[in-house]
């Protein structure tokens, strides 16, 4: 299970210019919200103290065994760069991959509410380089901007959930209440390559079939009783025929259909996207889309369809 360290800003002296308020403040608020919303997740969450240094933060994340350390702060530009406004995120590059995906994951999700002002290296600031686990520092808005602040102090549950998507997409974490992904179906077609021989039955369904290996328009479907007619696997595609008979003999081929793989059959929820499902499945959109040549626009799914995930 993952251990999940917040680190909210104790800069109590940094005030809002609207809202009567601080950054100490609302960001403590924030991060308490979003442990909130992590209690539903498969993983554990420590807050840190408001009285803690930043050493004693770090210090604590790894005595608890944290495998990530989240400082969560606001901006502030001063009058040498008055009306700058959005999010950047900072991380130190030293500390390898997994730190610089937990940096892109939270920009990205906050930059669903805020401008995109990018990702930031740092090996100075306390909170990127002191955690011995990957850490990030996500500089939030800008609270002496009067938009920004007022976007933050508006949005204090809807940026917690952006944290918890971020985490959830880099941390691997899934909601408790969801359940298992499925094992993928026993097919009727043959899964492995090297059991493809000259005369293997195939029973299909709906099967797209194409008029040569290199077709990228279907010629129609297929449903029923076929025949690998032999051959190579070309494009990832065999070459069928309908009569046991008139396999390998040439002229006589009724067409192309992709390899026989291992699928398994989706049920679209709501918040579904063709990429968080291949994420989830560890595959491609590429390969979804290939699965399912009915589908013409991958960012128009709609709950209850029932798609194919190709699993290799």
């Known amino acids: 299970m993952k251990k999940i360290y917040l680190s909210p800003s104790n800069q109590t002296g940094n005030k809002f210019v609207v809202g009567n308020t601080n950054e100490g403040t609302v960001w403590l608020d924030i991060a308490k919200r979003t442990a909130k919303i992590l209690e539903d997740y498969d993983c554990e969450v420590k807050v840190s103290k408001a009285s803690q240094t930043l050493a004693a933060r770090a210090a604590e994340a790894k005595a608890w065994g944290a495998d990530c350390y989240i400082a969560m702060h606001s901006n502030a530009a001063g009058t040498a760069n008055k009306g700058a406004r959005g999010v950047e995120v900072y991380y130190c590059p030293k500390k390898g991959p997994e730190t610089r995906l937990l940096a892109s994951s939270v920009l990205k999700e906050l930059s669903h509410l805020f401008k995109n002002r990018g990702l930031k290296q740092s090996d100075k ?35 917690a959930q952006l944290y918890v998507n971020a985490l959830a997409n880099a941390l691997g974490i899934m909601r408790k209440d969801v359940p298992p992904l499925p094992k993928p179906s026993t097919p009727t077609t043959p899964t492995d390559q090297s059991t493809l021989t000259a005369g293997t039955e195939l029973e299909l369904k709906n099967e797209p079939l194409y008029l040569s290996a290199s077709s990228t328009v279907r010629s129609s479907t297929v449903t029923g009783k076929y025949f690998f007619w032999g051959g190579s696997v070309v494009n990832g595609r065999i070459r069928i025929t309908n009569t046991k008979s008139r396999v390998g003999v040439t002229g006589q081929v009724t067409g192309w259909i992709d390899h026989p793989v291992v699928v398994i059959i989706y049920k679209v929820k709501a918040g579904d996207t063709l990429n968080k499902i291949a994420n989830a499945y560890k595959t491609t959109l590429s390969a979804i889309l290939k699965a399912n040549p009915g589908i013409t626009n991958p960012d128009l799914i709609h709950v209850g369809d029932l798609i194919k995930i190709p699993v290799n």
């Open 125 to 159: 600031l306390i909170d990127c380089y002191k955690p011995e686990m990957p850490s990030i520092i996500g500089e939030c808005g800008f609270h002496d901007n009067y938009e920004d602040a007022t976007l933050i102090l508006e949005n204090k549950d809807k940026i």
